[in-house]
């Protein structure tokens, strides 16, 4: 790494793990380590926390990844006009069909040994409980000590059975409840919230509901997509502030930045600076070589993909999951 290499790696890694674990949105987990809660009754938390990070990080020679989302499939049972994956806006061709426990176990494997550990590691859609092994990737990756938090976002518009119930009894293990109660379908499809956290509770799985006790969950628009070239300056700072920023995705074997990137990797045209930033983690030749990649992927002032973002007429306070 070049000098401005390891700038950018310490702000957009190293300092990230501390950032992402103490979001309001990882806090509604309620499996926060013990570690990060007895750091933040200590002066100066995050510059010790970081400098463990740059300590772990010179004695492995690998990374720590603050937040991956594995993709199992960007089919979803809702539409949602805003959705943050456009799921909606993808094609047949594009879709990425659920995927198979015999898929997701190499391509944890593969990550895993190319890395120090990953934070925060969620199971996502489109609407991941569409998948039928989703179990057993849940058992897999909360038997992983390299994984530190497990956690499935779900719609509830489809129950846990009782394999998946019992997969989801693990002390790292939470589940993140959309709240999409009030949602008027143009079907007959049917939010189950009330009976998917009533299953969980009686399991004694651990859940987030996000704001279910004060406001009520909104959204924002999505930014408008289009092939760009923008300011680099405009754009370090955006990324800097942007929550695309907290949460890679892993989708089909290609690591990308965020939720956006997932349906421009797949449904666009893509600029060359885009193509040379993603990482396909099924192509490297040895954990090296990828974890030599997930290095620079962190090493960046901005992602490639910010250049197609335009986020100047983005509305917030928007009904949660409003259908198209
Ligand atoms: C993309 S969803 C995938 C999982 C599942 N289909 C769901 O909706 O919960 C992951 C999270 O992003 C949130 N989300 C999606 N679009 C959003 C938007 N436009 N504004 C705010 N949150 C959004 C969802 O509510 C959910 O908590
Ligand atoms: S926000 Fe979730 S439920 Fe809505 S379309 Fe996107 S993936 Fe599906
Ligand atoms: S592409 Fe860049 S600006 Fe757009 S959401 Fe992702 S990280 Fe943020």
Redesign the pocket.
């Known amino acids: 790494m070049n000098k401005r290499e390891w700038k950018n790696f310490k702000e957009n890694n190293l300092k990230l793990v501390w950032r992402n674990a103490t979001a309001s949105w990882c806090n509604t987990l309620p499996l926060k380590s013990k570690w990060i809660s007895f750091l933040k009754k200590n002066v100066c938390p995050e510059k010790f926390h970081y400098k463990v990070q740059k300590l772990r990080f010179w004695l492995t020679g690998k990374p720590v990844m603050p937040c991956v989302e594995y993709v199992v499939t960007t089919k979803?049972t809702?539409?949602?006009k805003h959705?943050?994956?456009f799921?909606?806006y993808f094609s047949e061709k594009s879709h990425f069909k659920p995927t198979t426990f015999e898929i997701f176990k190499k391509d944890l494997d593969i990550l895993l040994n190319a890395v120090d550990y990953i934070d925060y590691f969620g199971f996502v859609?489109?609407?991941p409980m569409i998948c039928k092994d989703l179990y057993k990737m849940i058992e897999y990756a909360c038997s992983k000590k390299k994984l530190h938090h497990v956690f499935l976002a779900t719609?509830c518009t489809i129950l846990p059975d009782d394999k998946l119930l019992k997969a989801m009894k693990n002390k790292k293990f939470a589940v993140q409840l959309?709240d999409y109660r009030d949602v008027q379908f143009k079907n007959n499809l049917t939010v189950k919230y009330d009976e998917y956290k009533r299953l969980l509770e009686e399991n004694n799985i651990q859940f987030s509901h996000p704001e279910e006790d004060g406001d009520r969950m909104t959204f924002i628009s999505m930014p408008e997509l289009y092939p760009d070239k923008q300011d680099e300056i405009k754009l370090t700072n955006l990324f800097k502030d942007c929550y695309g920023q907290y949460c890679q995705m892993l989708c089909d074997g290609i690591l990308t930045q965020c939720t956006l990137s997932v349906y421009i990797a797949r449904c666009m045209e893509l600029s060359e600076g885009i193509k040379n930033e993603l990482v396909n983690i099924r192509e490297c030749r040895s954990a090296g070589e990828l974890t030599k990649k997930i290095i620079k992927f962190y090493a960046k002032p901005y992602s490639e993909f910010c250049h197609y973002c335009h986020w100047e007429n983005v509305q917030h306070g928007l009904p949660c999951?409003e259908q198209i």
Request: aromatic share 0%.
């Open positions: 979803c809702m539409n949602c959705c943050n994956t799921i909606p859609g489109g609407e719609n959309s999951g």
